[in-house]
């Protein structure tokens, strides 16, 4: 038995308007023409009142209550009636049926009579923009398997349809997504040691309030226009940031699912190595980023086989994650990959690359500013560790923890002088 979902006279007029606007879209002609032309040319006095039969009760008497699947069947060959109002009750009573129809209907339209092609598109493209999102799914699954048939006028129509449903399946997946919390936006990613890309992002933090299940909606995302990003960015493949306990294993396994996804950053996440493993699924991933996430040891052979599998791979950061150094030492070696392991300890300041180790950049709130450490000062050691380079620095840095207290002796107008500074997190 079926439960048919319930649909007034002016939702349904609603859902045929936009129908026949989807159409004129795909077609090119107007709205109005497109509704003028579902129905073929059966008879000439088509669109005169005509009697109801006695197999054509009211759609609203159907709606009512529970129908026997075999009537299905019955309304879809009521499709390719000669009359009408008899295909036009079939399509709104497919339509009401929701996601029961969609196999039976996808089963017969490869087939079928240009009539029942037209409405049975017409109809799952339909329920691909029905709320329900088990029921839009399992419509726009089945509009993708005709349109991946040989070429015929089912495929041709299944594929229209799909180009007409991808904007609005876009804005809805972005509206719901962030009505859960997650933020989509543009952001700066380094690429590699002196590469930077600016991409689409998005990301789940502490604010998220949904559940796993619909990390699904990011299928519809990933190829989101300008309204969401900057127009130079909407081929761009995407960033995807976790931050926060909540998210562990089967976030990445779910995600690993996905095509489209060229950097992902986990930051303070409850991940295992077991979500490494899952990476290697993400065929167009070039920057890995795992934050003050402390890692199991199995993570050292997992990332070795990440690098192997995944040739577009240029950049693993790890970042308090609690790594044998030693170890990671070992998977260094490759050229192709940078990769760039610390403590996690940030001082926040920067210098020229070359010659003495002059500030010439301050950040605003960094450990650096609260420290007393200014633009100009020549740092000259750290902890006791002579420095005459910003890259010697950085690897002392990276030796140190947030929270660690560093002595930092400086020269400023000619005079030295000693800070000490408490190092804190990177926030990238």
């Avoid at 996690?344 to 709130?365: A, D, H, Q, R, T």
Wanted: hydrophobic share 40%; with cysteine.
């Amino acid at each position: 038995m079926i439960n048919l979902k319930q649909r007034t006279f002016g939702q349904t007029l609603a859902a045929w308007a936009r129908t026949a606007f989807l159409l004129a879209c795909v077609f090119g002609f107007p709205a109005s023409a497109a509704a003028q032309e579902m129905p073929s040319e059966k008879t000439p006095d088509e669109t005169a009142v005509q009697p109801e039969s006695p197999d054509a009760e009211s759609a609203s008497n159907e709606n009512a209550g529970e129908v026997a699947s075999d009537k299905v069947a019955q309304w879809i060959e009521e499709l390719d009636s000669d009359r009408y109002i008899v295909r036009r009750l079939a399509t709104e009573k497919l339509i009401a049926a929701g996601k029961h129809v969609i196999e039976p209907l996808t089963d017969v339209i490869p087939t079928a009579s240009l009539e029942v092609i037209t409405r049975g598109i017409t109809i799952l493209q339909e329920l691909a923009s029905d709320t329900d999102y088990v029921t839009g799914t399992a419509a726009f699954n089945a509009l993708e398997k005709l349109a991946s048939q040989r070429a015929t006028a089912a495929a041709k129509r299944a594929n229209a349809a799909l180009v007409a449903m991808a904007n609005y399946r876009r804005d809805r997946a972005v509206a719901y997504l962030r009505g859960l919390g997650t933020v989509i936006e543009t952001a700066t990613m380094r690429i590699q040691a002196t590469q930077t890309r600016r991409m689409p992002a998005i990301s789940f933090d502490n604010d998220w309030r949904g559940e796993l299940s619909d990390v699904a909606q990011l299928r519809w995302v990933i190829n989101a226009a300008s309204d969401y990003v900057e127009p130079m960015l909407v081929d761009s493949k995407w960033l995807v940031i976790l931050q926060g306990p909540d998210y562990d294993d089967e976030w990445l396994n779910q995600l690993s699912t996905l095509d489209g996804i060229q950097a992902v950053r986990l930051t303070k996440t409850k991940i295992t190595s077991k979500s490494i493993k899952a990476l290697r699924n993400l065929q167009d991933l070039s920057v890995v980023e795992i934050l003050y996430t402390p890692l199991d040891e199995n993570a050292i052979d997992e990332l070795k086989l990440l690098i192997a599998e995944n040739p577009r791979l240029r950049r693993v950061a790890l970042y308090g994650t609690r790594l044998d150094p030693t170890k990671l030492a070992q998977i260094q070696t490759n050229l192709r990959v940078e990769i760039d392991s610390r403590e996690g300890g940030f001082l926040g300041i920067s210098c020229p690359s070359e010659g003495p180790c002059k500030i010439n950049y301050v950040g605003e709130g960094t450990a650096a500013q609260q420290g007393g450490l200014r633009v100009d000062d020549i740092i000259t050691q750290y902890n006791g560790v002579p420095i005459s380079t910003f890259d010697e620095l950085m690897k002392e840095i990276a030796k140190n923890i947030p929270g660690d207290k560093v002595a930092i002796q400086i020269r400023r107008l000619e005079k030295e002088e000693t800070k000490h500074v408490v190092l804190g997190e990177w926030n990238l």
